[in-house]
């Protein structure tokens, strides 16, 4: 499935490009759905492998980029939703630079939720106007949320540290 969904992004902007938004709204729901599905089956089936939970994890960042890149054509205001996703990318990858453990905590999952209804219902909504007051809405609220989720990966990987030096001293 995590192929599929990478193949699935240039159909996604195809469709942005030729101003089919709902087609757009559509792709991107497939896409995000089919992530879930992933998800299940790597667990139920045990498939899963490092590969495959660092293949699934950068098709995830791709798509979220290709999303907000788009969005951001369409109303600028989604800077601030890929500054964000950009911050905790830029913190994971020190993370596992430093040779920690960048986990995925629950709140971080929740985040990527609420991003990809927000992809979606953006790109539907964008039919009507760009700048309707709930795309507006979702993205600030959206940026909050990924402030939150970045203190709280800040504070694992400096408790992670902590417990580092407290045993290798």
Same mark, same amino acid.
């Given at each position: ?5 990478? /193949?699935?992004?240039?159909?996604? &902007?195809?469709?942005?490009?030729? #101003? ?5 709204? &559509? ?11 992933? #998800?299940?089956? $790597?667990?139920?089936?045990?498939? $899963?492998?490092?590969? #495959?939970?660092?293949?699934? $994890? !950068? ?9 907000? /890149?788009? +969005?951001?054509? +369409?109303?600028?205001?989604?800077? +601030?939703?890929? &500054? !964000? ?39 539907? +909504? ?21 402030? /939150? /989720? ?20």
């Amino acid at each position: 499935f995590t192929t599929l969904r990478l /193949v699935c992004v240039i159909p996604m &902007i195809l469709s942005f490009q030729s #101003g089919n938004l709902l087609v757009t709204a &559509i792709l991107c729901a497939s896409i995000g759905c089919t992530d879930k599905l992933d #998800g299940w089956a $790597a667990k139920y089936l045990n498939g $899963a492998s490092e590969f #495959g939970k660092r293949f699934d $994890a !950068g098709t995830d960042k791709l798509f979220a980029l290709v999303c907000n /890149v788009l +969005l951001c054509l +369409l109303n600028p205001v989604f800077i +601030l939703n890929l &500054i !964000g996703e950009m911050e905790i990318s830029s913190l994971n990858l020190y993370a596992r630079f430093k040779h920690q453990n960048p986990e995925t905590i629950y709140l971080g999952k929740v985040k990527t939720v609420t991003l990809f209804l927000e992809y979606c219902l953006s790109f539907f +909504l964008a039919t009507l106007s760009p700048y309707h007051p709930l795309i507006l809405t979702m993205i600030l609220s959206n940026f909050v949320f990924q402030q /939150v /989720v970045l203190k709280k990966y800040i504070q694992l990987y400096q408790k992670q540290k902590e417990e580092f030096k407290q045993y290798h001293i």
